[in-house]
């Protein structure tokens, strides 16, 4: 820890402004705060800001075997120094230094970084019109089921590239171009941009004003080298189109989203799909405000291996805790259903009970960790339940610097696991300390 401390401290960072969304219907009170908020922001200013996370984990039997190593208590720490600066209206930008460290688990790009840059680019142009940021960024699309930023683990995924921006009155359109950054854990500064993870596309977000929700549409195209499927190791190139609709009416909340994929696997043929979708409804007259959410997901698998056909759904770099915070099965070949409860005792304080049940899509197809990475093979197993976890939490925010949370969640593998190799119930808890100033 003293050592992360030592690093972290002995540099500044530099954080874009933010980009603003022209809206429809504003009132003129509405119009003078944002107006306001744009001129705060085209004037020049240097910021800076400061995050320690600690975390210490217990994870028994990983991917349900019970003679995997890593079985037990493990610590890992995340410590970000980040600045930013406006010079002018149109020029901008961040720089983010990032140390973290782990103790108990085997080494992990992951979970261990001594020193390197997070993040560190330009912004040029003007946010609520038009802008291009160049440099090493996070990034993060939509509900992140395709890009997501890694967050749970110590170490952040990061890019390496431009991403242009485009705000016109209700729609932003977003150009992409980036390599992801490859971590290397010994030594500082030598993370370098990895030219066998690539992605580019164009993502648009908005809608017209009369709907009570909002648009996702886009097409990402995505190229691997040695990319680990079902039919073997190959190099890449798959296309992603997509469309989301989410937002808010009253009490209800959704988040609906639906996912096709082609291209090519080595001699292959891609073709997969998937449907995402989250439907809530919040009881705010009721004590405590409960919040109950319904998600149903689905996604292709691989119908018969060595037919020329990838039918494998590959979610490319989404957030790693797709399902659960215990971030292990990966949305590929599933199907799964998954209730959420959330109750909020006090303005500070937060709890949660969830249930996930996986099923295989098709049975050809095994069943993937993240990320997308084959965790059991299908065998000659005809069986389609995979797991059932059930997961509770508690957050306590007692004000804008100090965040704690304590979660517990029991992984209980069901008959396919049992059939094709171990099959040990997961225990997972972890606890978390986060502070930002």
Same mark, same amino acid.
């Given at each position: 820890?003293?050592?992360?401390?030592?690093?972290?401290?002995?540099?500044?960072?530099?954080?874009?402004?933010?980009?603003?969304?022209?809206?429809?219907?504003?009132?003129?009170?509405?119009?003078?705060?944002?107006?306001?908020?744009?001129?705060?922001?085209?004037?020049?200013?240097?910021?800076?800001?400061?995050?320690?996370?600690?975390?210490?984990?217990?994870?028994?039997?990983?991917?349900?075997?019970?003679?995997?190593?890593?079985?037990?208590?493990?610590?890992?720490?995340?410590?970000?120094?980040?600045?930013?600066?406006?010079?002018?209206?149109?020029?901008?930008?961040?720089?983010?230094?990032?140390?973290?460290?782990?103790?108990?688990?085997?080494?992990?790009?992951?979970?261990?970084?001594?020193?390197?840059?997070?993040?560190?680019?330009?912004?040029?142009?003007?946010?609520?019109?038009?802008?291009?940021?160049?440099?090493?960024?996070?990034?993060?699309?939509?509900?992140?089921?395709?890009?997501?930023?890694?967050?749970?683990?110590?170490?952040?995924?990061?890019?390496? !590239?431009? #991403?242009? =921006?485009?705000?016109?009155?209700?729609?932003?359109? %977003? +150009? &992409?171009?980036? /390599?992801?950054?490859?971590?290397?854990?010994?030594?500082?500064?030598?993370?370098?941009?990895?030219?066998?993870?690539?992605?580019?596309?164009?993502?648009?977000?908005?809608?017209?004003?009369?709907?009570?929700?909002?648009?996702?549409?886009?097409?990402?195209?995505?190229?691997?080298?040695?990319?680990?499927?079902?039919?073997?190791?190959?190099?890449?190139?798959?296309?992603?189109?997509?469309?989301?609709?989410?937002?808010?009416?009253?009490?209800?909340?959704?988040?609906?989203?639906?996912?096709?994929?082609?291209?090519?696997?080595?001699?292959?043929?891609?073709?997969?799909?998937?449907?995402?979708?989250?439907?809530?409804?919040?009881?705010?007259?009721?004590?405590?405000?409960?919040?109950?959410?319904?998600?149903?997901?689905?996604?292709? !698998?691989? #119908?018969? =291996?060595?037919?020329?056909?990838?039918?494998?759904? %590959? +979610? &490319?770099?989404? /957030?790693?805790?797709?399902?659960?915070?215990?971030?292990?099965?990966?949305?590929?070949?599933?199907?799964?259903?998954?209730?959420?409860?959330?109750?909020?005792?006090?303005?500070?304080?937060?709890?949660?009970?969830?249930?996930?049940?996986?099923?295989?899509?098709?049975?050809?197809?095994?069943?993937?960790?993240?990320?997308?990475?084959?965790?059991?093979?299908?065998?000659?197993?005809?069986?389609?339940?995979?797991?059932?976890?059930?997961?509770?939490?508690?957050?306590?925010?007692?004000?804008?610097?100090?965040?704690?949370?304590?979660?517990?969640?029991?992984?209980?593998?069901?008959?396919?696991?049992?059939?094709?190799?171990?099959?040990?119930?997961?225990?997972?808890?972890?606890?978390?300390?986060?502070?930002?100033?």
């Amino acid at each position: 820890m003293i050592r992360s401390l030592y690093l972290g401290c002995c540099v500044l960072g530099l954080l874009p402004a933010v980009s603003w969304s022209a809206s429809e219907n504003l009132s003129p009170q509405q119009f003078e705060v944002i107006e306001q908020a744009r001129q705060a922001e085209r004037e020049p200013h240097f910021g800076l800001s400061v995050e320690l996370r600690e975390r210490a984990t217990y994870l028994s039997n990983p991917e349900f075997d019970g003679d995997a190593e890593d079985d037990g208590w493990f610590w890992t720490q995340r410590l970000s120094v980040t600045g930013d600066f406006r010079a002018n209206d149109w020029l901008g930008g961040r720089l983010t230094l990032l140390s973290a460290v782990q103790n108990g688990i085997a080494d992990s790009p992951i979970e261990e970084n001594v020193l390197d840059a997070q993040e560190a680019f330009l912004d040029i142009g003007t946010p609520e019109r038009a802008s291009l940021r160049v440099g090493r960024q996070e990034l993060v699309l939509g509900s992140q089921r395709l890009i997501g930023s890694r967050a749970g683990t110590a170490v952040k995924r990061t890019w390496d !590239g431009v #991403r242009g =921006t485009l705000n016109r009155v209700s729609w932003r359109l %977003d +150009a &992409l171009l980036l /390599r992801e950054v490859r971590v290397t854990m010994d030594g500082v500064f030598n993370d370098d941009s990895h030219d066998g993870a690539e992605l580019a596309g164009i993502y648009a977000t908005g809608g017209p004003a009369a709907l009570p929700g909002r648009f996702d549409a886009y097409y990402l195209r995505t190229r691997f080298e040695d990319r680990a499927t079902i039919e073997g190791v190959a190099d890449q190139d798959r296309h992603s189109i997509g469309l989301r609709y989410f937002g808010e009416a009253e009490a209800w909340f959704w988040n609906w989203e639906a996912f096709y994929q082609f291209g090519d696997h080595g001699r292959a043929d891609i073709s997969a799909w998937s449907l995402a979708g989250n439907t809530g409804y919040r009881f705010r007259e009721q004590p405590w405000q409960p919040e109950y959410l319904l998600s149903i997901n689905v996604s292709s !698998g691989d #119908r018969q =291996t060595g037919d020329g056909k990838l039918g494998t759904f %590959d +979610a &490319l770099f989404a /957030r790693g805790s797709y399902f659960s915070e215990l971030a292990l099965l990966a949305p590929s070949n599933f199907f799964n259903v998954h209730q959420y409860l959330r109750v909020q005792p006090r303005r500070s304080v937060g709890a949660f009970v969830d249930l996930n049940v996986y099923w295989r899509t098709e049975t050809a197809d095994g069943v993937y960790a993240n990320p997308t990475r084959l965790l059991r093979p299908p065998a000659d197993s005809d069986e389609r339940l995979v797991n059932i976890s059930l997961s509770a939490g508690l957050e306590w925010t007692p004000n804008d610097t100090v965040f704690l949370s304590l979660l517990y969640t029991h992984a209980a593998p069901q008959q396919f696991l049992e059939e094709t190799g171990s099959a040990e119930d997961i225990n997972f808890l972890e606890f978390t300390l986060r502070l930002r100033f």
